[in-house]
């Protein structure tokens, strides 16, 4: 086995030459948390393994509680099914608040003053209430709360299962009670739940390794051993040059995906989910798929390698998309490109109205 064939598989595994999943929570429930730190891209990374799938089929999902937004692994947003969020959140929440502890003091934040505000969202929040940031800075207001710390609180206060994002209005996010939307407690031990997210990750986004298991959950070696320890039954593993590979049984024997130009929004899981992303990044684009800062990019993916990177913009009577191939791209590979650009123009349900290189 090559490394261009772990591409080749885990194009298989994350549904993206291989299409199993019918309906966009029964896709997030199949991969796990995706991240939606940019939420346009998260919506995209739905539809992009949905062939079918639209705008408005993605968003009534959200809209609907059947896909929720909120933080979890490596304290950034993400996409989950409500069923997930009381047994995954625990797993990072006590290292994820440990790691606000500098801002809070550079802010004259005093954590004891949270319990309050948690009962003053509960009691504002019952009833399915959706309130906007700007909403809940004005309900804190005169508790001696920090409002330049907002976002923090509204990180903690989903670590502790009080709240979580809901629908937009208008073009700003609204936040309710997690109770409303994912009602119930945890009753899964940790050890437990390590096991399912390893099976989840290893089966979603295989041939995958532990480090890769440790970036994507932002957990310890330990817990993702752990997690490996009891999730090996139900995973076939491979090594190449020393280096193990867990994945889905019977992931390793299937088909080879067929030649495929795929464009992929930023932060997808295809890189953002792994350590190691030379399997999918050749040597020669090494750092072109994000800034310095950890900023990913959309991704122009050519038979399962990093090709080049793309850009669309919304204008009155559609969609306009340039393309930004890093070698110059073969009839044939224009036009499954220029396929893949037909494909997002119908998810966002927009006319393509020109396609364009740089």
């Not at 990180?155 to 009080?162: D, F, K, N, T």
């Not at 050519?302 to 009155?316: E, N, Y």
């Amino acid at each position: 086995m090559l490394i261009s064939d772990i591409a080749r598989l885990r194009l298989h595994a994350q549904q993206l030459s291989h299409h199993s999943c019918k309906t966009p929570q029964a896709l997030v429930k199949y991969m796990g948390p995706m991240q939606a730190q940019d939420y346009n891209a998260g919506k995209y990374a739905i539809g992009t393994r949905l062939p079918k799938a639209t705008l408005p089929m993605v968003e009534k999902a959200i809209n609907q509680a059947k896909i929720i937004r909120t933080w979890v692994f490596r304290g950034t947003l993400h996409l989950m099914v409500p069923e997930d969020i009381r047994w995954m959140t625990p797993l990072v929440k006590d290292r994820l608040q440990q790691r606000l502890k500098a801002p809070e003091k550079a802010l004259n934040v005093d954590p004891a003053g949270y319990p309050k505000i948690y009962k003053l969202l509960q009691q504002e929040m019952k009833g399915g209430r959706q309130l906007l940031k700007s909403e809940i800075e004005t309900l804190i207001t005169g508790h001696k709360f920090n409002r330049n710390y907002m976002q923090y609180l509204l990180l903690r206060a989903s670590l502790e299962g009080i709240i979580c994002h809901a629908p937009m209005r208008g073009k700003q996010f609204t936040f309710t009670l997690l109770d409303e939307w994912s009602p119930g407690t945890n009753t899964i031990t940790t050890e437990a739940a390590l096991g399912m997210l390893a099976t989840r990750f290893f089966t979603s986004h295989g041939p995958a390794t532990v480090a890769d298991f440790m970036t994507y959950a932002g957990i310890t070696q330990k817990e993702a051993n752990v997690g490996l320890e009891i999730a090996r039954p139900s995973l076939d593993n491979i090594t190449l040059d020393k280096v193990v590979y867990w994945c889905g049984k019977g992931w390793l024997k299937s088909p080879k995906a067929v030649p495929q130009a795929l464009l992929l929004p930023a932060f997808d899981e295809i890189l953002v989910a792994y350590k190691d992303r030379s399997a999918i990044t050749p040597a020669a684009h090494k750092g072109k798929a994000m800034t310095i800062n950890g900023i990913f990019h959309p991704i122009m993916l050519l038979d399962g390698q990093l090709t080049g990177l793309w850009k669309r913009t919304i204008v009155k009577d559609g969609v306009d998309i340039e393309l930004q191939p890093f070698h110059l791209l073969k009839k044939t590979e224009k036009q499954a490109f220029e396929a893949a650009c037909h494909h997002y123009a119908n998810f966002m349900e927009l006319p393509l109205r020109q396609v364009t290189y740089a």
